[in-house]
């Protein structure tokens, strides 16, 4: 079955760092260019990162571009989103996603989600 | 960035209803549009994709339609699983921008 599931998240004090990861599980992992999309509480979605499938290529939502660091492990089947210099706008439920096909993309599956709180 | 506008916001309707939900790109996007469906807690799931096209294992009750700047959701026959936020997604250029989401609640 396909999956992803994402850990890392909690509390942290402003200007803090904290860092996400992504299982994968159930395809070809190194074969998908895969995302993290963010949703603040009672908001809409915003999508964060996109990593290609090998790694060379990334991009990022210019609110969090110079603060966020996405990288994967294909012999793992994992991705990490570092997050330094984090503010109070950035709490949000953070989900990784599968690229549908191509880049930019659909986003066919997506993680449970992790929460992550900026908060003195 | 393309702004990507849903309307409405909400959406009043019952069981058996059909349901239509617009959603504007600011510039063309060609097909490059995706539709999602999310419930309270829940992760967004994929539903069309490239405007038109249905998502394995959804009900083909839900459609879409459009191309360039207007596009059309659409669920034929309102089933009462169907009660969710819906959003729109633009993937025709960086940043993949998402409308604010319609909410389909009971009438």
């Known amino acids: 079955e396909v999956h992803l599931l994402e850990s890392g998240g909690g509390l942290v004090q402003p200007g803090g760092s904290l860092r996400l990861s992504c299982a994968a599980s159930g395809f070809t992992f190194s074969g998908y260019a895969m995302s993290w999309v963010r949703q603040a509480p009672g908001k809409g979605l915003e999508w964060v990162s996109e990593?290609?499938?090998?790694?060379?290529?990334?991009y990022y939502a210019d609110s969090v571009k110079g603060r966020f660091t996405f990288s994967r492990d294909n012999s793992k089947n994992t991705l990490n989103l570092q997050m330094n210099s984090l503010r109070a706008e950035d709490t949000a439920v953070y989900y990784c996603?599968?690229?549908?096909?191509?880049?930019?993309?659909?986003?066919?599956?997506w993680g449970q989600g992790t929460m992550v709180t900026v908060s003195s | 960035d393309i702004q990507m506008t849903q309307s409405p916001s909400t959406l009043s309707a019952s069981v058996g209803d059909r349901v239509t939900i617009t959603c504007r790109a600011s510039?063309?996007?060609?097909?490059?549009l995706a539709w999602y469906q999310q419930k309270p807690g829940k992760a967004p799931k994929l539903l069309i994709y490239k405007a038109s096209y249905l998502e394995s294992g959804v009900p083909s009750r839900f459609s879409g339609s459009g191309s360039g700047t207007e596009f059309i959701f659409t669920i034929s026959s309102l089933q009462p699983d169907d009660f969710a936020t819906y959003y729109c997604q633009q993937y025709n250029s960086y940043p993949g921008t998402f409308g604010q989401g319609t909410k389909v609640e009971v009438k």
């Open positions: 996603a599968k690229n549908y096909f191509g880049a930019p993309s659909a986003f066919g599956l």
């Open positions: 990593i290609s499938a090998g790694g060379d290529s990334i």
């Open positions: 510039q063309s996007i060609s097909s490059w």
